[in-house]
């Protein structure tokens, strides 16, 4: 059974910085595209950044230089490095495997709070 477990998640003021740590169990972790997504209250949940196995990535145009995604495979965790926070930014944070159609079960999310 794998295991998705987020964390790093908080109340940040704008302009501020958090991680995000996403650890992977049960899974052959290095070889699956992984991404971020976010979601709010009342909305589905949006892809903001992904990874390929191989190390490229990509952003949503509301993330791109401000967002970092990375990933460790020996420690099969992704991470989100976020920076210049904005209120906008306020959701709760999924990662998950890509394509949609292959997702594991998802975890429990981590909050994130923009707000002065």
């Known amino acids: 059974q794998v295991q998705l477990a987020e964390s790093g998640g908080g109340l940040v003021q704008p302009g501020g910085s958090l991680r995000l740590s996403c650890v992977v169990s049960?899974?052959?972790?290095?070889?699956?595209?992984m991404g971020w997504y976010s979601q709010t209250v009342g909305k589905q949940r949006e892809l903001v950044a992904w990874m390929t196995a191989g190390g490229i990535t990509n952003y949503d145009d509301s993330v791109k230089d401000r967002f970092t995604i990375s990933r460790d495979n020996a420690k099969n965790t992704l991470y989100l490095q976020m920076v210049n926070l904005k209120p906008e930014d306020s959701a709760v944070y999924y990662c998950n495997k890509l394509p949609r159609k292959t997702q594991f079960p998802w975890g429990q999310g981590t909050q994130v709070t923009v707000s002065s």
């Open positions: 049960g899974s052959l972790f290095r070889a699956h595209t």
